[in-house]
């Protein structure tokens, strides 16, 4: 959860662009109860479009480097820090590298999404391990 905060930059842009994009929209209602939204300013919509795929990279970029290089680096991500955890090889003890590291985040966002299931495991895993730590044999330690 925290580390879904260090990507607010990205987020924030994106909201911006959202602003832009529906300040630049008017609508209406015709007679019959219909309401339809006019593109009134059309410079507004395609800025408010470009902050908003802007938002969308910045975060990814940001998503990418702390959850993949950062954490595949060495083992924390900034929200990872901020707890002292951190995530290591279950056999080495050593961190996952940057592959390893983008493979457990994607695993994390398929598991997660298809199934709840996933978070809930290590409250009865004898490992406290979820299945995407599972997957690729890697555990969370508290650091000191």
Not at 50 to 67: D, K, R
Not at 115 to 131: E, H
């Amino acid at each position: 959860m925290l580390d879904a905060l260090v990507s607010l930059p990205g987020t924030i842009i994106m909201i911006i662009g959202y602003v832009v994009l529906f300040s630049s929209a008017e609508t209406s209602t015709d007679s019959y109860g219909y309401t339809t939204v006019d593109d009134v300013d059309s410079g507004g919509a395609g800025l408010g479009i470009g902050l908003i795929f802007l938002g969308a990279v910045v975060g990814l970029a940001i998503a990418v480097w702390n959850l993949g290089f950062r954490q595949g680096k060495t083992g924390q991500s900034l929200g990872k820090k901020w707890l002292n955890i951190k995530v290591v090889n279950e056999a080495s003890g050593q961190p996952l590298g940057v592959g390893g590291a983008i493979l457990r985040w994607i695993l994390l966002a398929v598991l997660g999404g298809l199934c709840f299931l996933d978070f809930l495991w290590p409250l009865w895993d004898q490992k406290k391990q979820t299945w995407h730590d599972m997957i690729i044999k890697s555990v969370v330690l508290k650091t000191q």
